[in-house]
């Protein structure tokens, strides 16, 4: 009983704090409210505010009944003391200064935003034989997640043999995907990945360009990275050398 008496007093002086947490004597009271929307002119906000003593709800505040309902003994007194209460005005304000006011600020830097995907395609098997070519198409770094990509043959969409990652949250709020193509290659066809995201209002086209396969690209930067790597390796010994000489002159023994 003291315990509840002392939770009482606790949870009214905490009455302005918008959401906390605090224990008492590893006892919790926690406060959690939600702004629940759906309809992007708000008209449909709903403003939740639950009270939890540890992990039991005892009593909640509803902006569509507009009141506090609670649960068991001490939650219906606790709600029925709180309905009575200049608090319950207050909370009855939320859905407009709390919700909608946040919610209408936060909309415009969060909600509308969009980044473009940057998009890459390359080879991940080149055809021989009778194996027919993977292309990969990915797309990086872009929101909100949804997205769609797809592949063209000639301007035409293709849809067999094309396998799909999901979007993939990187964690910073951006997402990537990645599609596979698997095609037999014929001279003189235009293969295309497209991809369709919020950020762009028309589809976004990217042409494979098959002149230079990704293996040739591998061999060109290998041969470029070995010959930065003799100049350097030559310079240092040049460098190495004209002070060791320059030394001998300058510092006879
Ligand atoms: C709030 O109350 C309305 C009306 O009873 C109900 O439809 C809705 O589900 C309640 N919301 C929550 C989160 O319980
Ligand atoms: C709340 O108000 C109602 C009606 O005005 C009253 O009957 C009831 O006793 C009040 N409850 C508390 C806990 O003050």
Redesign the pocket.
């Known amino acids: 009983m003291s315990l509840l008496k002392h939770l009482s007093c606790h949870l009214i002086f905490t009455l302005p704090v918008f959401i906390g947490a605090e224990s008492v004597n590893e006892y919790y009271t926690t406060r959690w409210a939600r702004c629940i929307y759906s309809s992007p002119d708000l008209s449909d906000m709903e403003y939740i505010d639950s009270y939890y003593f540890n992990k039991y709800l005892f009593t909640e505040f509803n902006s569509t009944l507009g009141r506090f309902v609670g649960f068991g003994e001490y939650g219906m007194?606790n709600a029925?003391?709180w309905?009575?209460?200049t608090f319950l005005q207050r909370e009855r304000a939320n859905v407009d200064a709390g919700c909608r006011f946040n919610i209408r600020t936060k909309e415009t830097a969060v909600r509308f935003k969009t980044l473009k995907p940057k998009v890459i395609l390359s080879l991940v098997k080149q055809a021989g034989g009778r194996h027919p070519s993977v292309l990969m198409c990915s797309a990086y770094e872009f929101y909100p997640q949804h997205i769609k990509v797809s592949w063209l043959r000639d301007g035409k969409l293709m849809t067999s043999e094309v396998t799909a990652t999901m979007e993939m949250a990187n964690g910073d709020w951006c997402y990537q995907i990645h599609s596979e193509l698997e095609y037999t290659p014929k001279s003189g066809e235009k293969i295309s990945c497209m991809v369709e995201h919020a950020s762009s209002t028309q589809p976004m086209i990217y042409d494979w360009d098959p002149s230079i396969p990704e293996s040739e690209n591998n061999k060109i930067a290998i041969g470029a990275s070995g010959l930065v790597l003799g100049i350097i390796t030559a310079a240092a010994g040049l460098v190495y050398y004209k002070k060791k000489l320059a030394g001998r002159i300058l510092v006879p023994n």
């Open positions: 007194k029925e003391l309905n009575n209460s």
